[in-house]
C-alpha cells in the first residue's frame, strides 16, 4: 500500500472514530465564523435538548477583540 492510501485509511478511520465518540457523549457542534471579527466560533449543543453547552470563544472574548479592532482602526486613522 502507498503513502496516500495509508494516509487515506488512518484519516478515515479518525473520522469514524471521532463520529462515535459524538454519539456516545450526544454533542454536536457547529462551526461558525463570527461576522464583526472573522474569527471561528465553534459551539457544542447537546444532542437532545439542543441546549448550547459552550462556546468558544465566548461572546465577551469575541466583543473585546471587536472593541480592539475598533481602537486598532483608530490608532491607524489618527496616524495617517
Known amino acids: 500500500?502507498?503513502?496516500s492510501a495509508v494516509l487515506a485509511?488512518?484519516?478515515e478511520?479518525?473520522?469514524q472514530r471521532i463520529n462515535e465518540f459524538f454519539q456516545v457523549v450526544?454533542?454536536?457542534?457547529?462551526?461558525?465564523?463570527?461576522?464583526?471579527?472573522g474569527r471561528t466560533v465553534v459551539k457544542v449543543f447537546d444532542s437532545q435538548s439542543e441546549e448550547l453547552i459552550r462556546q468558544l470563544p465566548p461572546d465577551e472574548?469575541?466583543?473585546?477583540?471587536?472593541?480592539?479592532?475598533e481602537v486598532?482602526?483608530?490608532l491607524v486613522k489618527d496616524k495617517a
Not at 26 to 37: G, K
Not at 61 to 69: G, I, P
Open 61 to 69: 472574548l469575541l466583543a473585546v477583540a471587536e472593541y480592539m479592532d
Open 26 to 37: 450526544q454533542r454536536d457542534l457547529q462551526f461558525t465564523v463570527d461576522d464583526s471579527t
Open 13 to 15: 478511520d479518525a473520522v
Open 72 to 74: 486598532r482602526g483608530m
Open 1 to 3: 500500500m502507498n503513502n
Open 9 to 11: 485509511d488512518q484519516i
